[in-house]
């Protein structure tokens, strides 16, 4: 069954629906395709400050199961989004919150971007780290496996998330923050993925109002600025190199001038000479 796809200028960029269930296309409210939380508020199956009164963020989206066995559970194929190479397969559940979860890097959009296939029931058997997988080829199938806190089956759902790989150092950072519970998952540990709302990028895809996700991205307004003091250039610039300000000088680098959107991603990175501290934000 060819799933629903949002059109972009590029068909680098263009995206799939990762379920069967064709809800979206057809127009309908999203509590026919979101999973709510156990409060029962729809929105709290949606992206960004909707859970615990606002307090608590959720990156991704999480999908409902349209397809049951006899026993009530889920059994929905879960589909890649897009082309990309499989970068990490969590096979134990009790490893991790998102349980058994897929990640697969899309390499071939105008930028790098990551999307991540969590509470999988099952991880589809000939599925490999490094292989090329297609868009919408199955993964796996949709479930409600965590580590720590049983899902029940009535709630069984796809955590799907997209978003940009923060870096990879992240062991490194992971340390200096003494967690007593160790990172299994090397650099595809949801920690270092900042996401954006998937259902939104894609809406503003079809409509044509953006091409692709860095210019998704850069028409996000500017939410918080910092500067740091720093002569390193960072491995996230060389990911996502569309997202220097300005290009680098013969000058000793002494800082970095970035902005973020409001849901977290650094967009615009300005390198700064001289003392960074005396220059204004």
Not at 186 to 210: P, Q, S, T
Not at 218 to 230: C, G, H, W
Request: proline share 5%.
């Amino acid at each position: 069954t060819m799933m629903p796809v949002f059109s972009a200028a590029s068909p680098e960029d263009e995206l799939s629906w990762p379920t069967s269930n064709n809800a979206h296309s057809q127009g309908l409210s999203f509590k026919e395709y979101v999973q709510p939380t156990v409060s029962g508020l729809v929105y709290s199956g949606l992206y960004g400050c909707v859970r615990s009164n606002g307090r608590q963020f959720h990156e991704g989206i999480d999908l409902k199961s349209i397809q049951r066995d006899r026993k009530g559970e889920a059994i929905d194929q879960v589909m890649a989004v897009a082309p990309g190479i499989v970068r990490y397969i969590n096979a134990k559940a009790g490893n991790s919150n998102y349980g058994k979860y897929v990640v697969i890097e899309h390499s071939k959009m105008n930028i790098p971007v990551i999307t991540l296939y969590a509470h999988l029931n099952s991880v589809s058997s000939d599925l490999a780290i490094g292989d090329q997988i297609n868009k919408e080829e199955i993964i796996g199938i949709m479930g409600r496996t965590a580590n720590g806190h049983g899902i029940p089956k009535s709630r069984a759902h796809l955590h799907l998330e997209m978003g940009l790989r923060l870096t990879d150092f992240f062991q490194e950072w992971y340390d200096r923050q003494k967690y007593e519970s160790k990172n299994r998952h090397g650099k595809y540990n949801g920690l270092n993925i900042v996401g954006i709302d998937f259902l939104d990028f894609c809406e503003r895809l079809n409509a044509g109002e953006v091409k692709n996700v860095e210019d998704y991205l850069r028409r996000q307004q500017t939410f918080l600025t910092i500067v740091v003091k720093s002569s390193k250039v960072p491995d996230y610039l060389d990911r996502y190199p569309c997202f220097l300000e300005a290009p680098l000088a013969d000058d000793p680098l002494t800082g970095w001038r970035i902005e973020f959107t409001w849901f977290g991603v650094p967009v615009r990175w300005t390198p700064l000479y001289g003392d960074p501290m005396d220059l204004p934000v």
